[in-house]
Nanobody, 115 residues
């Protein structure tokens, strides 16, 4: 059974950092491109960051460049999203996604950036 379980969300103040983690199970993680998506209030779900199976290639949404960093550990089947200098606009539900060759979604985890 496929599982993508996100953790690490919560309430933070502007300027603070947060790291989200996604634990994967039930599929071949090592061959899978992984990604984080975000759905902010009133907006469509959009790509935050993506990482290739061995971690050599990453891609970021424009808003994430320079502030967010995606990484993975293929020995633990986890993918993390480090978020620095958080802004209120970063508020939303963050989803872990197994992108290629599959398409699996986690249930999402809420991040709120507010003073």
């Amino acid at each position: 059974q496929v599982g993508l379980v996100e953790s690490g969300g919560g309430l933070v103040q502007p300027g603070e950092s947060l790291t989200l983690s996604c634990a994967a199970s039930g599929f071949s993680f090592k061959i899978t491109t992984m990604a984080w998506y975000r759905q902010s209030p009133g907006k469509e779900r959009g790509l935050v960051a993506q990482i290739s199976p061995v971690g050599g290639t990453t891609m970021y949404g424009d808003f994430a460049k320079g502030r967010f960093s995606i990484s993975r550990d293929n020995t633990k089947n986890t993918v993390d999203l480090r978020m620095d200098s958080l802004k209120p606009d970063d508020t939303g539900v963050y989803y872990c996604h197994a992108t290629m060759p599959y398409s699996y979604w986690g249930q999402g985890i809420r991040v709120t950036v507010s003073s």
